[in-house]
């Protein structure tokens, strides 16, 4: 599976995305508008560039545009979508089909949770999409998955509900097992919160909905 990492123009722990880059190894690498910056410091040179350019310094947008070899997706700062969003959309033309997300949490709230209800475009196009901070991993489920213990990120695995209802979940593994109970949207939010592995492997399945998986350190 091909994977594509966006730098967003967020809120970006430097320590943590270049430690992040080295053990991933991405086969390509998508730059969002001011993640150009972050992408500097890195010393990177991404794959493809997206975004309007309106918070990237001139001096570091004329520097890579010197540079050969690099795909340039450029768009007016009036438009519908938001910069990340046509990221996405460039790295699915490239052939990516795990997408991890670094800089899209912990900035504006109003843009990480617009990142949150992207990984449904992503999902939709068969992708797996990812948001990765030094504290989580954030990704959709629409179908069971098994967790093993040393791949977890981290002590805690939660689910929330993305759609209004997700029907018939069965925890088993877990130091909290649930067995056919549902989750809708606004009822018992804590159900599935911060659940631990009781054993090498947990597993969740459910009938039919996509939930939200966090898995997080403290």
Known sequence: MKTG??????????????????????DCVVSVDAGLEAAKKLGLKP????????TVRPDVLEEYRRQPGILWDVH??????TDTEL???????LGCRRLILLGATGGRLEHEWCNLHLLKLCLDQGAEGILADPRNRVY?????????RGQVFGRYVSFLPFTER?????????????????????????LCVSNELAADEAEIRFRDGILICVESRD
Do not use: C, W
């Open 140 to 148: 959709l489920l629409n179908r069971g998955k098994v967790f093993r």
């Open 5 to 26: 990492i966006l730098i967003t123009g967020g809120s970006l722990d430097l320590d943590f995305a270049s430690s992040f880059l080295k053990q991933h190894r991405p």
């Open 166 to 190: 997700v029907t018939g979940i069965t925890l088993t593994g877990f130091k909290y097992p649930l067995t056919d109970r549902d989750l809708r949207m606004g009822e018992e939010a804590g």
């Open 87 to 93: 990221a996405i959309h460039t790295a699915l033309k």
């Open 76 to 81: 007016k700062p009036e438009k519908d979508e």
């Open 47 to 54: 794959d493809a560039i997206v975004g309007d350019f309106d």
